[in-house]
């Protein structure tokens, strides 16, 4: 089983990473598995140039983004998580989602086989209208060009209040999901 997590987080070590940690323990990974974490603010990745060359050849930019695309490329599975900035991604996981112009100019360009997708969004306001809407609506568009299926899109509020590290039943929540992804996994053999 092969597995990536793509963390859109600007800082290290917050919410979003807490929440990748817990679905990952729930899939409790043999040693044959791969796991690949990326840590977009780590990464070297510009933002599409809009010059409309990928309309005819290959993106212009060499940066991370296409090491990044190919381990999604074999993934069985890819995690994405994201802290919600003014209602949408962070401006970091947008700036990944429009390098996937490339794949929107040309749909076949983008290889490989169907794959689960898990979205975490997490916000630091208690709940409310159209929180996630942002996220949700942008990741919908993307995911139809990576041949993902969204399997299960968790959004965890309030943030501001309790951090994901201190909140046991959100974590057992999480723990959850990757156990379920992995029992279904297993099932389809
Ligand atoms: C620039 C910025 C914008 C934010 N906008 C929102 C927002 O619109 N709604 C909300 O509930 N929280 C907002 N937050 C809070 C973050 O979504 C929250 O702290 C999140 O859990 C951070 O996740 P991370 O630790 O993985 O980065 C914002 C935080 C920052 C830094």
């Known amino acids: 089983m092969r597995v990536v997590a793509i963390l859109g987080s600007h800082r290290d070590g917050g919410d979003g990473s807490a929440a990748v940690q817990e679905i990952v323990a729930g899939l409790r990974l ?25 309309s005819e050849g290959d993106c212009v930019i ?9 381990e999604v490329k074999q993934a069985d599975l890819v995690i994405f998580a994201t802290p919600v900035y003014f209602n949408g991604v962070s401006s970091i996981m947008k700036t ?12 076949d360009s983008f290889s490989g086989k169907d794959r689960d997708v898990i979205l975490i969004a997490t916000a630091g306001a208690k709940e409310y209208e ?12 993307f995911l139809q060009y990576l041949q993902g299926k969204l399997w299960n899109f968790i959004q965890i509020s309030g943030t501001d209040h309790a951090s994901v590290s201190l909140r046991e039943d959100v974590k057992i929540n999480l723990q959850h999901v990757g156990q379920l992804w992995k029992e279904r996994y297993d099932a389809r053999g």
Not at 33 to 44: E, G, I, M
Not at 97 to 107: G, L, S, V
């Open 96 to 107: 990944f989602i429009d390098r996937a112009q490339q794949y929107y100019a040309k749909p």
């Open 30 to 54: 043999q040693e044959t598995d791969q796991q690949t974490l990326v840590a977009l603010n780590r990464c070297r990745m510009l933002p599409c140039l809009a010059c409309d060359q990928c």
């Open 130 to 141: 159209d929180q996630f809407e942002g996220v949700r609506l942008n990741f919908q568009f």
């Open 62 to 70: 060499k940066d991370d983004f296409e090491t990044i695309m190919d």
